[in-house]
């Protein structure tokens, strides 16, 4: 009788019983979960080997934010860091690798 009992109240209950499943499922989600940029003031949002770049300006084309701007040599520098928001454009598209980031 006990059995058709905990049927019933499952079948009515509107939580399943796997709730403890979702809720590993949950705090899972949460640890992959990536935490967003956020400029400190202190350490540069990006690395640039200068004795790398060939002053193409591709990083400076192609970031959305306006982060970088040449200097005299055509060579990129961080003009603005507080604006990057770490999309990786930058990086992937320069041929010499010139550009890393310093939180990803």
């Known amino acids: 009788m006990a059995s058709k009992e905990n049927k019933e109240m499952t079948e009515t209950d509107p939580k399943p019983q796997a709730v403890s499943a979702d809720t590993g499922a949950t705090a899972d989600a949460e640890k992959g979960k990536k935490e ?33 701007e040449p200097d005299r040599d055509g060579k990129p520098v961080i003009a603005h860091p507080e604006k990057c928001t770490q999309c990786a454009i930058c990086w992937l598209h320069c041929p010499d690798f010139a550009i890393t980031s310093t939180f990803k």
């Open 36 to 68: 967003k940029y956020v400029y400190d003031g202190k350490t540069p949002p990006l690395n640039i080997f200068l004795h790398w770049c060939k002053a193409c300006n591709i990083c400076i084309a192609f970031c959305p934010q306006e982060v970088l």
